[in-house]
């Protein structure tokens, strides 16, 4: 069995008596053809397997909404004037993981992030009006308690 060089998409394999890691890289010589087809066959598999993975969450308001999270932790929307070198540079990377997320997210379905951008901004209106009414609520039982008081 032959054994690639490890890389940080390994797979365990298990063969006869051993368990021997086998890489999913690039091919150690690019003049040999199998290596080749393999390296190739096995880039179209992961990215069928993600993009599979993307439509499945895509299809689901939850996963739209886990997604939607993950993006605006990446910083897309954050200003950086009053940034030093260090966080613009940190800040850089981080947006670089969102916007490669929203290229996935459209590589599947071209209108999904902005229609996550409108769910999620419905659901921020929905969750103000919620909050409204509630401090209605507390507001009219503090006046309630205060008058029955005096």
Excluded: F
């Excluded at 940190?90 to 996550?116: T, Y």
């Amino acid at each position: 069995m032959t054994v690639l060089p490890d890389n940080d998409q390994m797979v365990r394999v298990r063969a006869a008596e051993d368990v021997a890691l086998v890489g999913v890289s690039p091919p150690q010589n690019a003049g040999d053809e199998a290596q080749v087809d393999a390296s190739s066959l096995l880039q179209e598999l992961r990215v069928a397997r993600s993009q599979t993975a993307m439509i499945k969450t895509l299809a689901t308001r939850e996963g739209r909404h886990v997604l939607y999270q993950i993006i605006d932790l990446c910083g897309l929307n954050l200003g950086q004037a009053d940034m030093s070198g260090g966080e613009l540079a940190m800040l850089a990377g981080m947006r670089n993981v969102g916007l490669r997320v929203i290229a996935a997210i459209e590589a599947v379905d071209p209108k999904g992030w902005v229609q996550m951008q409108l769910e999620h901004k419905d659901q921020e209106l929905q969750d103000w009006a919620i909050a409204d009414q509630k401090r209605k609520q507390l507001a009219a039982q503090r006046a309630e308690t205060t008058a029955g008081r005096v």
